[in-house]
């Protein structure tokens, strides 16, 4: 547990990068400062390994004030990623990487072997280890530089806007990169970044900063979006707060429709059997694979017949379970038929649900949850 | 071609003794200007506002004519070699003090915020990650330095025979023998290109980091701003970038080295 407790910085000059924060940074999760440029997210962090000393209040790790421990000792005990990776240009790959290592002292075959199986941990090939740092494109050195602050395995993580500075495309398989590692190392990581979708994306607790260097509300990603601590996060945290909430509500307790399936090669018989309520069914082949939506009065009358000709398309779908309230909300929207197709962990379809559905299914799990959506505007 | 390599007995040396004699009265001068200015610019980089007035000192003692330089020394140091090494190490200052700086200060800030995250000391970060970074943008300046200097050593021969081949222009004169400044001229520009062919040789040896994009834009680059290389006596060129020019680490100063001739 990292506890920042009352900290400032103040500058000779009289500018306040940081003012009376406090946060607890729990263990074994990550942790986002996010904020507006000048809003003392990366003066934070880097008080945190004292590559800036702070200049009131104080920083505890597992109860232990960081000012008591020797710097040099204190920084090699955290992982550091910055933007644009910051690797050193004249050292191959695997010699970066062991950098840290190769300090505590490892034997170079030692460090050599521990670069290795960390390469491939952050998703590289091991046949780049003998490359220099500009053989390799933006988001492999990124990669390069998770590997490296990994290097020596130390408990705590400090990433600087570590994806800012490639595509978004690469970033998000960054993103999906560093969940995977975490979700296998369980270090407690402090991230910063100026991008909210990219802190609601990795972080556990998201602390949001105002300019000024205050703390404006610290919360998980689900309860800020539904419940911002005022106008100025509301504002900050963007439009359609409302719709990305729904990435935190699983689809376990949406009310499918298991009846609104049909065989391709049913018989009219068949087909009565289904819910008669329903305006249309979904078609699936022999595996069970959505194939499209039908006409229930037609298929009524007539059967499946394997006519697949007549269909409209089924769209995209949603893994019952895996995927969030969002994606089966968008695949609703998208639908032809306002319903949406959910499938089991194979593709076959399990079952069918309306954008009607969806909206009740998403008042109930606010409700459950005790995250009512609160209008800032209204309140204020 | 008669006579190029005969070299007259008031020398002293053979011709491959005169040349051994000139590529140390000129390569000592550099060694220990790279000496002097290691430090120098490291302070420079460290303290910010000591780089302006190092700049000047350097560029008057650039200023400085070589004839007279010498002139005054020689109260001091008397008519030896020592009196031609003095002003040629000074002289240097004001490539080598300029490069070493540009080339410490382009490390990238993430590269050195990384550095001291990862708990690497003030020293430690010198010598393992300023001054490699820096290697591309050093030889640059040293390459100038070095040719620069090998033209200028031969001034000292109009001090009593300190000039090395340059003493042979002197001695084309006195002894009507044309063929000796022919000599004279042609070695020195020779010896300049070799010099300089090696130190780009050790400096590709040294950097196989570097982006062989980076390297051909260094081969591009240059010309004009490069310093002339007047083996001329008293004269040094007046193309000397005096500050700030030599490199990001992608420019590069290109010595014109046939215009030793």
Redesign the interface.
Known sequence: MISIEAVSKRYPDGTVAVDGLSLEIPDRSITVLVGPSGCGKTTTLRMI?R?IELSGGRILIDGEDIQHKP??????S?G?V???????????IVDNIG??PR?LGWSKAKARERSMELMERVGLDTSMAKR???QLSGGQQQRV?VA?ALAADPPVL?M?EPFSAVDPVVRRGLQEELLRIQSELGKTIVFVTHDIDEAIRVGDMIAVLRTGGKLAQYAPPDELLSRPADAAVEDFLGADRGIRGLSFFGTEQLPLERNGIVAVDATAAQVAERAADLPQLLVVDVDGRPLGWADAARLRASGARNDTAGLLASGQTFRLGEDSLRVALDCAVLSPTGWAAAVDGEGRAVGVVSQEAIARAIREAHGRRGTAPVDVGAAR | MNGFFDMPSDLQHSYVGLIGLHLQEALLPVAIGLVLALPVAQLCVRFKWLYPPVLWATTVLYAIPSLAFFVVLIDYTGQTETTVVIPLALYSLVVLVPAIVDGVRSV?P????????????PVRRYLQ?EL??A?PAIFAGLRVATVSSISLVSVGALIGNQGALGNLLADANLYHRPILAVSSVVTTAVLAILADAALVLIRMLL?????KSARRARRGAGGPAGPDANGDAGDKAGGLPAGGTLGDGTTDVRPTAGSAL
């Open positions: 390994n590559m710097v040099n000792a204190l920084r090699r955290m550091y910055i933007q644009n990776a910051g690797l050193f240009q004249h050292r191959t950098t840290v300090m220099y740092p500009y530089g490296r400090l600087d | 990238s993430e590269t050195n915020a990384a550095a001291v995250a990862m708990g690497i000391g990650v490699p970074i290697v950097t196989p980091w570097l982006p």
